[in-house]
């Protein structure tokens, strides 16, 4: 996969992309990722991507005309196949688990961040679609952008280590995981349930699917009208409720 980002601060993508499973997926060739830095489109002396608002009010607005002269030359290659853009924005469609793992569809993906106090409207027909990361304002769209790509990245085949981890990931099936320990066994008191210590691979399937729902029903009921549920689970569930409810 190929990912680009088109933004006036591009070297905050630096430590993301150059760390841990972003850098594994670029070194084992499943990703390519380039920053381009919007400014390189300008015409003046001050590289100035931003203007004020038409109609006043405070803050600045970045301009159309470097997004549109960019997004055509980055987009020039006929050898390339044409970007899904995507352009980040609070008035965005929430990002979650099925749009990540739709754009990780992509060949390639085109972000496209603002700044200040947004992007000239116009802009926005460039977007395939426009992600919101969640009810709340950021400083710009890098991180925004950030947050999508690690999500999307882990989903490209082969690049986490364990070619089923985002598979039993939370969201994946529609539940929250179920939870994790390791060593020790015993921690001031706390112990790590029997069942993850006996070696039955059938009944620590059946524990951990039990907790996965067991959770869901607890913190995010909500996920339970979408989730992947069959007569068994639906049969536990029940059984949890009434207890939860006695
Ligand atoms: C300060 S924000 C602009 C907020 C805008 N004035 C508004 O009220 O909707 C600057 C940029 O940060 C990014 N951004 C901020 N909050 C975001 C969110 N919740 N999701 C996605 N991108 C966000 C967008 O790219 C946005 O153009």
Not at 10 to 19: F, I, K, L, Q, R
Not at 57 to 66: A, D, Q, S
Not at 85 to 113: H, I, K, M, N, Y
Not at 185 to 197: E, I, K, N, T
Request: proline residues 4%; negative net charge; aromatic residues 8%.
């Amino acid at each position: 996969m190929l990912i680009e980002t088109l933004s006036t601060f591009p070297n905050m993508y630096d430590s993301v992309m150059g760390t841990s499973i972003m850098k594994r997926a670029q070194d084992k060739g499943a990703l390519q990722f380039r920053a381009y830095d919007l400014r390189d489109w300008t015409h003046d002396r001050h590289r100035t991507t931003d203007d004020d608002p038409y109609g006043g009010g405070h803050g600045l607005v970045m301009k159309c005309e470097p997004i549109f002269e960019a997004y055509e030359a980055i987009t020039r290659d006929a050898a390339l196949p044409k970007p899904t853009t995507v352009f980040l924005s609070p008035c965005g469609r929430s990002f979650d688990d099925a749009l990540a793992t739709e754009l990780s569809q992509s060949e390639r993906l085109l972000f496209v961040c603002g700044h200040y106090e947004g992007i000239d409207e116009r802009a926005y027909a460039l977007a395939d679609v426009t992600v919101s990361l969640g009810d709340y304002v950021l400083t710009s769209g890098e991180l925004a952008s950030m947050v999508v790509i690690d999500a999307v990245v882990r989903k490209i085949p082969g690049v986490l280590g364990a070619e089923l981890g985002a598979v039993e990931e939370s969201f994946a099936g529609g539940l929250l995981e179920y939870p994790q320990y390791t060593r020790p066994a015993s921690f001031r008191g706390s112990c790590v349930p029997d069942v993850l210590l006996s070696g039955n691979h059938a009944a620590i399937a059946r524990w951990r699917r039990e907790q996965s729902l067991a959770r869901t029903a607890q913190l995010r009921p909500d996920l339970l009208r979408c989730a992947d549920l069959d007569e068994a689970d639906r049969r536990f569930l029940r059984n949890f409720l009434e207890s939860a409810h006695a």
